[in-house]
Nanobody, 125 residues
């Protein structure tokens, strides 16, 4: 069973930065697509970025392109989301997700099988 544990959320002022971490506790870390999603109250879950743990290929949603960076440390089975120039509209619960696959699927929550518990990010103006 894949377990994903997010950390790094918190409160920050607009323009600030946060780095989220997602630690995967299983031996199938390789050959996996890892994604970051967020969900604000009353809104649908939104895909932000994904990375394939074998190829390192990344993809970003337009809403975060240029501000957020997804990266990985394979030695630690951990994926990161560096978030810069944060805006109040970035306030949401942020989730890490995983799918075992040789390639990354479309960044939609229905395409990912395993989820972390989420970490809250609050950006004040």
């Amino acid at each position: 069973q894949v377990q994903l544990v997010e950390s790094g959320g918190g409160s920050v002022q607009a323009g600030g930065s946060l780095r989220l971490s997602c630690a995967a506790s299983d031996l199938m870390y390789s050959r996996r697509c890892m994604g970051w999603f967020r969900q604000a109250p009353g809104k649908e879950r939104e895909g932000l970025a994904r990375i394939h743990t074998t190829t390192g290929k990344t993809y970003y949603a337009d809403s975060v392109k240029g501000r957020f960076t997804i990266s990985q440390d394979n030695a630690k089975n951990t994926v990161y989301l560096q978030m810069n120039a944060l805006k109040p509209e970035d306030t949401a619960m942020y989730y890490c997700a995983a799918r075992v696959a040789s390639f990354c699927p479309v960044l939609d929550s229905s395409n990912f099988d395993h989820w972390g518990q989420g970490t809250q990010v609050t950006v004040s103006s």
